[in-house]
């Protein structure tokens, strides 16, 4: 069929082909528009990551330890690889099971969620940190040992470090506060009762130890 056979003139004197091209231009010009706004976005973010230091200190159970980081790395990886921390555990990797939780400042923190370069001034605790210098084992850490609290025990640095937290915090926590301050450990064996009964334990030595 020839153009002038489907070209229907409009009262402004435009055919309705004249109008699919201007429209099919249109969406090229926003589309190309688009792509150059999107463009210059990843270009700024790209510049303002590479202007950020790579060699960084960290303050990390008690000593300054100088890491070279990447920008989008997060304080789990920095912890296991590169500083060879390997108690901080990688498990969901998305800030839902607990495994991988630190003391920034004496709070729990998912380690895993959070990006090395924010705690540069800030004071990290692992699990390797809770021991004292002549050996001996922090009160939570022997109160999870005495109560026999773990099956596999991948969780449990997590959990014992969120326990440290909570006895900081609350040196008498009932078993219902307990329950709420732990909710965001997860045990894949399921071994809650006796997590409760370790944390319970941990409180008493906690107090004995003030």
């Known amino acids: 069929m020839s153009d002038a056979e489907i070209t229907t003139e409009t009262p402004t004197g435009h055919s309705r ?22 463009a210059r976005s990843l270009s700024a973010s790209a510049a303002v990551r ?27 990886m920095t912890l296991r690889y590169k500083l060879g921390l390997t108690g901080t555990k990688l498990g969901c990797d998305r800030a839902e099971c607990g ?21 540069r001034d800030r004071s990290v ?8 210098a002549d050996g001996t084992l922090h009160p ?16 449990a640095p997590g959990f014992i470090m969120s326990m440290v937290a909570l006895t900081n915090e609350n040196p008498e926590p ?23 009964n370790s944390a319970m334990r941990a409180a008493e030595y906690a107090r004995r130890t003030v």
């Open 125 to 132: 605790t692992t699990i390797e940190g809770l021991e004292g």
């Open 50 to 76: 590479a202007s950020m230091p790579r060699m960084i200190s960290l303050n990390v159970n008690g000593v300054s330890r100088s890491v070279d980081v990447m920008p989008q790395e997060t304080l789990a």
């Open 174 to 196: 009932t078993r219902q506060e307990t329950a709420e301050a732990l909710s965001g450990n997860l045990c894949r064996c399921g071994d809650y009762n006796k997590i409760l």
């Open 17 to 38: 082909r004249t109008f699919i091209k201007g429209v099919i231009a249109t969406g090229a010009v926003v589309s190309s528009s688009s792509h150059l706004f999107r």
């Open 140 to 155: 939570v850490q022997q109160a999870v040992i005495d109560e026999g609290g773990f099956q596999c025990a991948f969780c």
């Open 99 to 119: 495994a991988c939780t630190v003391l920034i400042d004496g709070v729990s923190h998912y380690a895993c969620s959070m990006l090395t370069n924010v705690v």
